[in-house]
């Protein structure tokens, strides 16, 4: 059973910054990617930044300079620092862990960019 968690998202004004946490725990088996998604409502999941075990990582056109992700692999925990946030980033953010043994995703945090 493999469990993923995040935690740090809330309400913050335009301009201000968050730093969401994913952490992964139990039966993982070879970890090929760790990433972030957002969901809006009446849009569908989108890809946020994801991170490679080769440290590759990529990033919507939309967060690129604004978002960094990185990666504790000693930890199995992620983080996504957001900056410069915009009411458009306004969503749920979800981690996604891909290993060999199969794609998880955690229950989300909401993010709120609001003044």
């Known amino acids: 059973q493999v469990q993923v968690v995040e935690s740090g998202g809330g309400l913050v004004q335009p301009g201000g910054s968050l730093r969401l946490s994913c952490a992964a725990s139990g039966s993982l088996f070879s970890i090929y990617a760790m990433g972030w998604y957002r969901q809006a409502p009446g849009k569908q999941r989108e890809l946020v930044a994801r991170?490679?075990?080769?440290?590759?990582?990529n990033y919507a056109d939309s967060v690129k300079g604004r978002f960094t992700i990185s990666r504790d692999n000693a930890k199995n925990t992620v983080y996504l620092q957001m900056n410069s946030l915009k009411p458009e980033d306004t969503a749920v953010y979800y981690c996604?862990?891909?290993?060999?043994?199969?794609?998880?995703w955690g229950q989300g945090t909401q993010v709120t960019v609001s003044s």
């Open positions: 991170s490679t075990n080769i440290y590759s990582t």
């Open positions: 996604n862990l891909d290993t060999r043994g199969g794609s998880y």
